[in-house]
């Protein structure tokens, strides 16, 4: 069965400072995987999505994450967090196998201080 | 290009009435879905349908009802409100792809509901 496991349900970081937002998958699959991000009161928006080319996949906003099958990782991550990066993130794995479904994860809430 | 319209975006509703969240698509996508979304639980995948008058359930389809006679329309109907319905209420759409799923979700900004 495939499930997403978000580690941090909050983190906190000063603006200028790198982020990291991580996130484990289980998969029966080869899976694809995808990270969207929610700012308050919004819709969820595609931030990347990994689907079996390049392991390192940049995504929007100068975010990126590398997926890494033996650790079954795909963390999110940014060099340097910006005020606007404040919001809440998801990563999401496909379900696969034909049926078009979506596991979210439980959300990760970044805080970025001035 | 709007994208995925939903609306009403609040709805406050006494327990035991009935409404309809509706979502509309301007991309001629297939796949369409109802996800809920309740604090620190991630969202929840309600209904989907991957075209035309069909559909089918999610995790959580207690207490909803669907359906999709056109491509650009999925309305959820909530029959019986209870306060466990309060939630947020996300519609997304996806296109139909040659395989496999790595189609991006685009979402409409959301249905607040409130039941008392």
């Known amino acids: 069965a495939q499930s997403v496991t978000q580690l941090d349900s909050h983190v906190s970081v000063s603006e200028g400072t790198p982020v990291l937002l991580r996130c484990n998958y289980s998969?029966?699959?080869?899976?694809?995987l995808f990270w969207y991000v929610q700012h308050p009161n919004k819709g969820l928006q595609l931030l990347l999505k990994?689907?079996?080319?390049?392991?390192l996949v940049k995504g929007i906003n100068g975010f990126e994450a590398e997926f890494k099958k033996s650790e079954t990782s795909f963390h999110l991550t940014k060099p340097s967090a910006h005020m606007s990066d404040a919001a809440e993130y998801f990563c999401?794995?496909?379900?696969?196998?034909?049926?078009?479904?979506?596991?979210f994860g439980t959300g990760t809430r970044l805080k970025v201080l001035a | 290009n709007a994208g995925v319209t939903q609306t009403p975006k609040f709805r406050i509703l006494k327990i035991g009435q009935s409404m309809t969240l509706q979502c509309t698509q301007d991309?001629?996508?297939?796949?369409m879905y109802w996800y809920r979304q309740d604090p620190g639980m991630g969202l929840k995948l309600i209904y989907y349908?991957?075209?035309?008058?069909?559909?089918d359930k999610g995790e959580v389809p207690n207490g909803y009802n669907v359906s999709r006679s056109t491509t650009e329309d999925f309305p959820l109907r909530l029959e019986l409100a209870a306060p466990s319905q309060t939630s947020v209420y996300f519609c997304?759409?996806?296109?139909?792809?040659?395989?496999?799923?790595?189609?991006?979700?685009?979402f409409g900004e959301g249905s607040r509901l409130t039941v008392l």
């Open positions: 998969s029966s699959y080869s899976p694809s």
């Open positions: 999401v794995v496909s379900v696969g196998g034909g049926t078009y479904k979506y596991i």
């Open positions: 997304a759409s996806r296109q139909t792809s040659g395989g496999g799923n790595t189609g991006e979700l685009f």
């Open positions: 349908s991957v075209g035309a008058g069909i559909t």
């Open positions: 991309m001629n996508h297939n796949y």
């Open positions: 990994y689907t079996s080319a390049a392991t």
